[in-house]
């Protein structure tokens, strides 16, 4: 089989036809969502919902993005397109055919954790397009139960890398493959059940993608398809006249020596320049290109249309400058871990430039971590190794009319979820003593900023260990016109002979029974001076906990 890369003719096509199809591509990745979600076997991905799907065209190009990790489902189409690359002769993708990949230098973006699987979707001998499911495995293997740590100097000690490879062709599975990356995983188990999750997914959106073409005919499902790509240009552009024209530029300390910045240029594209940033790092705090454009892309659909669908043509504005050398642009075999905390360092940078145009309205600064949190041990319940992973809630920064939000995801996580505590503790294997919003001080303004979380898991098992490591544990999230930055993020070990340990980042760090591991996230920052906030307004805080009567008295100048 050959890619084919001419589009199919202009011809007379039937609007309203067009549109349904449209449509239903929509309804094609929900439906591709929903079974991933209601298959898979761990938590990260049933509950958390750590994982995306979507549609590509003929050539690669995203056509319809489903729910999930906005990352995730960015990350899809160059996963694709290394596909195309690879098996780039006659005969070498045929139906029946399924693709797996991990390496992120090479197509799949992230991390080793983060498996793609690819789907060509045929009518007949001719290809129709392609569909991609991404999600998060709790244990690729590697040094350390969780398969991330920051430690990582290269690749080969964060897990089995998979290359581009078909693990399934001409509906033939190859079960040795398949044996060998679930004997690399400590949770085997699991793993096989959420690959085949996976596939499950793939193969309901070729389903329905085929249906289409049985109902509507093969050129005209490929003209709504590429229709449906230049319409997302043309609404982007349309939605761009509302951005305001100039460059904007920030810098911030991811730690006391680490410092980022960006520079925006808004004209009639959209260019993001990260040249002149840190070299790639010796640790896995890096990021592909492919994972840094993700930032990119986040932003800019953030500020443009947040409501509207996203496929290749909304982000055709798009440039993204960055040196080869860069932590924006690790090469391999660097390790990219922790990638995830360079994007939402960098996605919260883009937006504390663009912060100052306030035609935009944007927030002061959120916690801007994942807080990926990995516990690892014996469940017990079941006696099995057991690896739990959860991202944590967050204060997002106050704007110039309102408190910012408490406890939600940063911008970088989208349609993802907490687990639930019954879960956590009857599948996990853990007890959850407490999940409130902390109470630290920060993020004080005429507006305030959101409130994090103080969330306790308690270890009831043997040969438990945790690892982490956490943005915004040094640097606070920054505030505007006189408020105050908000707080940090970090994890308080209380030890169960009475002891309490902090850290910002921690490697398989021991854990005994007993011992409580207490995750802290940040207040987003404040927006106006705290003098300007009505009295009303400070004692509903009060009323509420948010603050004590000091506080109230020295911050905010309310007698009581």
């Known amino acids: 089989?050959?890619?084919?890369?001419?589009?199919?003719?202009?011809?007379?096509?039937?609007?309203?036809?067009i549109e349904i199809i449209q449509n239903s591509l929509r309804a094609l990745t929900d439906e591709m969502f929903a079974t991933m979600q209601k298959t898979a076997m761990s938590s990260i991905i049933y509950e958390v919902l750590d994982f995306g799907v979507s549609l590509m065209d003929r050539n690669g190009q995203l056509a319809c993005a489903g729910a999930g990790i906005p990352g995730f489902v960015g990350m899809l189409s160059p996963c694709v397109n290394a596909v195309i690359n690879k098996f780039n002769k006659p005969g070498d993708i045929n139906p029946g055919d399924l693709f797996i990949s991990n390496i992120p230098h090479y197509g799949a973006a992230s991390h080793l954790n983060d498996v793609v699987l690819v789907l060509p979707a045929f009518e007949g001998d001719v290809l129709v397009g392609w569909l991609a499911n991404k999600a998060h495995w709790i244990d690729i293997g590697g040094a350390v139960p969780g398969s991330v740590s920051l430690n990582s100097a290269t690749l080969y000690q964060e897990g089995l890398q998979i290359p581009c490879v078909k693990i399934i062709e001409a509906g033939q599975t190859n079960a040795a493959l398949l044996e060998v990356i679930a004997c690399n995983s400590r949770t085997s188990e699991v793993l096989t059940g959420d690959f085949w999750a996976g596939v499950s997914s793939l193969r309901s959106g070729e389903k329905r993608l085929l249906s289409l073409v049985k109902k509507y005919g093969l050129d005209t499902v490929l003209y709504a398809i590429d229709n449906y790509i230049d319409l997302g240009e043309r609404k982007i552009r349309a939605a761009m006249e509302n951005l305001p024209r100039g460059s904007y530029e920030a810098s911030e300390f991811l730690t006391d020596d680490l410092e980022i910045k960006?520079?925006?240029?808004?004209?009639?594209?959209?260019?993001?320049?990260?040249?002149?940033?840190?070299?790639?790092?010796?640790?896995?705090?890096?990021?592909?290109?492919?994972?840094?454009?993700?930032?990119?892309?986040?932003i800019f659909k953030a500020l443009t249309q947040p409501d509207l669908f996203a496929n290749a043509g909304s982000f055709r504005p798009l440039r993204l400058l960055v040196d080869e050398d860069s932590m924006f642009n690790a090469k391999y075999p660097s390790a990219t871990g922790v990638y995830y905390e360079v994007g939402v360092a960098l996605f919260d940078l883009l937006w504390k430039a663009l912060a100052p145009a306030g035609k935009m309205r944007l927030t002061a600064g959120h916690y801007a971590s994942v807080c990926g949190t990995f516990l690892s041990g014996k469940n017990p319940h079941s006696g099995r190794i057991q690896s739990i992973i959860e991202p944590q809630l967050g204060g997002w920064g106050a704007c110039s009319d309102r408190d910012g939000q408490s406890a939600l995801y940063?911008?970088?996580?989208?349609?993802?979820?907490?687990?639930?505590?019954?879960?956590?503790?009857?599948?996990n294997g853990v007890l959850i003593d407490q999940l409130c919003l902390n109470d630290c001080g920060g993020g004080e303004g005429?507006?305030?900023?959101?409130?994090?979380?103080?969330?306790?898991?308690?270890?009831?098992?043997?040969?438990?260990?945790?690892?982490?490591a956490y943005g915004k544990s040094t640097v606070k999230p920054w505030s505007i016109d006189g408020g105050r930055p908000g707080s940090n993020n970090y994890v308080d070990i209380v030890r169960s002979r009475?002891?309490?340990?902090r850290y910002s980042s921690c490697t398989e760090l021991p854990l005994e029974r007993g011992d409580v591991v207490r995750v802290?996230?940040?207040?987003?920052?404040?927006?106006?001076?705290?003098?300007?906030?009505?009295?009303e307004a400070v004692l509903e805080d009060l009323k509420n906990g948010y603050i004590n009567e000091q506080q109230a008295r020295d911050i905010y100048g309310i007698s009581l």
Not at 413 to 427: C, F, I, M, S, Y
Not at 498 to 501: I, K, L, P, S
């Open 446 to 468: 005429k507006y305030t900023g959101g409130k994090g979380i103080k969330l306790d898991y308690r270890i009831i098992g043997d040969g438990w260990s945790l690892t982490m």
């Open 498 to 501: 009475g002891a309490v340990e």
């Open 520 to 535: 802290i996230t940040a207040n987003g920052g404040g927006y106006g001076d705290p003098a300007e906030r009505p009295k």
């Open 1 to 17: 089989m050959s890619v084919v890369t001419t589009r199919p003719e202009t011809q007379n096509h039937d609007p309203v036809s």
């Open 262 to 298: 960006a520079r925006i240029t808004i004209d009639a594209n959209f260019t993001v320049d990260l040249r002149g940033n840190p070299p790639q790092q010796g640790n896995s705090f890096n990021s592909t290109y492919d994972a840094t454009m993700i930032a990119v892309q986040m």
């Open 410 to 427: 940063t911008g970088y996580h989208g349609d993802t979820l907490n687990v639930p505590v019954e879960v956590a503790e009857q599948r």
